[in-house]
């Protein structure tokens, strides 16, 4: 599904071994990938431009040597003979080229690398046991390996300020920071926001912001992630839990139909945190800060538990046979949702075939950063058409579902996690309808309708989005449902059995089989076997449809203007 690209190879030499490499590519990163050596670092990063200003990375370079008159390559026992440069250099600020030689484990390097790490830590307190970046800090981690174990300066230490704020979001304690600048290069780079930089000189040299500026966009938390050493911190997380307690799951962010990679940390029960997941055709290394705290909606005070009918509490089971015969009623019709999984989707279209009944989509539409959050505030809208839920854009169905309750051509409503009332359909129409809802939270329609069923949030179930790009991903489940609720896959198997669809289970398995069977883009695809960063789908079949997206990272709208919503 996805093109293929060619890469030209170059063979270099890592610590005496010839390694293939891509040509051009950063060293630092060229060595990990394909050598599987690290070369320690702490300024560089790949999506940031070269600094080469913490010299960790040191390493001894060579190339092999040419006759100055014939141009040859000089020969010794055989094997080109090496030109090795007389002092190390930096490897972050070289690319690979063919035939170069380095060494990442010589005496000279270590050496470098023993004086490198003794002058950061000549002020850096060693309070690792108490700072919020243990079990994630690349200073503690290097310096058992190229620090000296006691400390030789026989000075006070230059204490700088501690718990500083420097927007509503980080606190920062100057005392850890070792001007990596990797965090003043990503707000000139990639938010072009340049609110950070240093004043003063030497070991007085402290991370500020501009006068009068506070690190507020909505990406400041990215610099959390950047911080090689802990300076940065954020308010949420800080001190809250040790990262070696909290269990990571591979997530999608479901702010927008970017699609973003993220983690979601956990620990019994409760998530902690979020964090970016490199993924470089969607979202780099980077993510919003908004998207980091959409956990909190796993534990909204607004949380559906118990399944209701006619606003008195009752089982799950009998508010599901409730809902099966005003489904099997006259007149139906389905309000789904874009947040929602392909999975969720392909059910409801099995659910909205069989009941011959109209379906439409909520949209959620607000203007884009242009960066990480597009116009389009759903993480699946196209999952809706792929699946053939839905055949067109959503963008005009709130007047469609308006339409056909003004005209009463509607008696049973089935909403898939949607407020109609917030969409804008008025409470009076609404009111003439059975409505049965489905979702996580309660609002204004789950309150007018006859049957409510509890579903699972975003966190709590397993299942795929379809980005803005048509690349499809897949998430787990990072913590359980509440007691007593069931999954959104077993809800919706056992509603279209209720109503006569033929073949529903609530497994993914059979799920994905009956998906292969129905929609040709998807014909490959096994959710089991789906690599994180996805698979992009062929989208010609969906190319003469408008979406309101406008360009973003990794995104190039085909309309010049966004529909209207």
Partial sequence: M?????????????????????????????????????????????KLSVAGNCRMCLVEMGMPMRDRDSGEVILEEGKPKIGWMPKPAIACSTKTSAGL????????????????????????????????????????????????????????????????RIGPRITLDDERCILCSRCVRFSQEI???????????????????????????????????????????????????????????????????????????????????ITPRQND????????????????????EFRLFEAAVAGAPVTRDQALEHAGALLRGERVALVVSGHSTVEEHHLLKDMADRLEAPVWMVPHVAEGDGFLISNDRTPNTRGAIVTGLIRETPYDHIAKIKEALEHKSVE????????????????????????????????????????????????????????????????????????????????LCHLAGLIGCEG?????????????????????????NLPDEGLLMDAARFAHLKFCET?????????PEPANA
Avoid at 4 to 31: F, S
Avoid at 448 to 466: D, H, M, N, R, W
Avoid at 516 to 526: F, G, M, T
Avoid at 551 to 559: F, G, I, R
Wanted: glycine content about 6%.
């Fill in 551 to 559: 360009q973003s990272l990794h995104y190039q709208a085909v309309n």
């Fill in 2 to 46: 996805s093109e293929e690209v060619k890469i030209d190879l170059v063979t270099i030499n890592v610590d005496g071994r010839d390694v293939d490499v891509p040509v051009g590519m950063n060293l630092i990163d060229a060595v990990k990938k394909y050598a599987k050596v690290e070369i320690p670092h702490y300024c560089y990063h790949s």
């Fill in 504 to 528: 529903s289970s609530a497994s993914m398995e059979s799920v994905w089989e009956s998906i292969r069977s129905k929609i040709p883009e998807l014909a490959q695809v096994h959710f089991g």
């Fill in 281 to 300: 055709d969607v979202n780099d290394t980077w993510m919003s800060d908004s998207g980091r705290r959409l956990y909190r909606r796993a534990e909204s």
């Fill in 412 to 491: 049973t409503l089935l909403v898939v996690g949607e407020d109609l009332i917030a969409a804008g359909v008025d409470r009076s129409l609404l009111e003439q309808v059975q409505v049965i809802y489905i979702g996580p939270e309660q609002n204004e329609t789950s309150q007018l309708a006859t049957v409510v069923i509890p579903s699972l949030t975003v966190f709590e179930k397993s299942g795929t989005f379809i980005n803005q790009n048509f690349r499809i991903q897949k998430f787990a489940q990072a913590i359980p449902g509440p007691k007593g609720v069931a999954s959104d896959l077993s809800t």
């Fill in 101 to 164: 030689h380095i060494r990442t484990q010589s005496p000279m390097v270590k050496e470098c690398r023993n004086g490198v790490m003794e002058f950061l830590l000549l002020n850096h307190p060693l309070d690792c046991p108490i700072c919020d970046q243990a079990g994630e800090c690349r200073l503690q981690e290097f310096s058992t390996d190229y620090g000296r174990g006691y400390s030789r300066y026989i000075e006070e230490k230059n204490v700088k300020p501690k718990r500083s």
């Fill in 191 to 273: 938010t072009k926001d340049s609110v950070l930089g240093f004043v003063d000189r030497g070991s007085y040299s402290t991370l500020t912001c501009y006068p009068g500026r506070e690190l507020d966009n909505n990406y400041s938390l990215n610099v959390v992630d950047l911080c090689p050493v802990g300076a940065l911190t954020d308010n949420d997380f800080r001190f809250k839990m040790r990262v070696w307690f909290l269990k990571p799951v591979k997530s999608i962010c479901t702010e927008s139909s970017v699609g973003v990679n993220t983690e979601v940390w956990s620990r019994e029960g409760k998530i902690y945190r």
